[in-house]
């Protein structure tokens, strides 16, 4: 049954993008006001792949290192080449995905491999609760 529910059905469409040249500090703005724990980060001349910073970078590469945000670019801390998962690929392998790759944040590419949503861990929640009601409601009422 899990099988036929597709990460298009659960990701969230909404991403933020932010250049690698941009300081940390400005992310985590955007991040704050946006209540969201990752950025992606847009491809460039110098970088041909996406990147991601996650509020876990924030953690381990800022404050666990002391390093001064303000100072850092986001170009410094964020994973590059990005683990990505098809829209079109069930719940269950991105699931097993995120488990096998120990990560919290996969984005979701079209098939031309633009990114086009974004799920996380937390998602997860919402897909657990909807297997204990055998996906009959969706919504947290």
């Known amino acids: 049954m899990l099988k036929q529910h597709t990460v298009r059905n659960w990701m969230n469409d909404l991403v933020v ?3 690698g040249n941009q300081t940390v ?17 847009r491809k460039t001349d110098e970088n041909s792949d996406y990147g991601i910073v ?10 666990a290192s002391g390093v001064n945000p303000k100072e850092t670019l986001i170009k410094n801390i964020m994973s590059s080449p990005v ?3 098809k829209q079109n690929s069930s719940i269950e392998d991105c699931a097993l995905l995120m488990k096998e790759k120990h990560i919290h944040h996969l984005p979701v590419i079209n098939d ?14 919402l897909v657990a609760e909807a297997m204990g009601n055998n996906f009959e409601e969706r919504s947290l009422s």
Not at 26 to 40: D, F, K
Request: aromatic share 6%; hydrophobic share 45%.
């Open 17 to 19: 993008f932010v250049d």
């Open 25 to 41: 500090t400005e992310a985590l703005s955007l991040m704050r006001r946006r209540y969201i724990n990752s950025v992606m980060v």
């Open 112 to 125: 031309h491999g633009e990114v086009v949503g974004m799920i996380s861990a937390s998602d997860f929640l």
């Open 83 to 85: 683990v990505t998962v």
């Open 54 to 63: 996650t509020t876990r970078d924030i953690c381990d590469k800022i404050v």
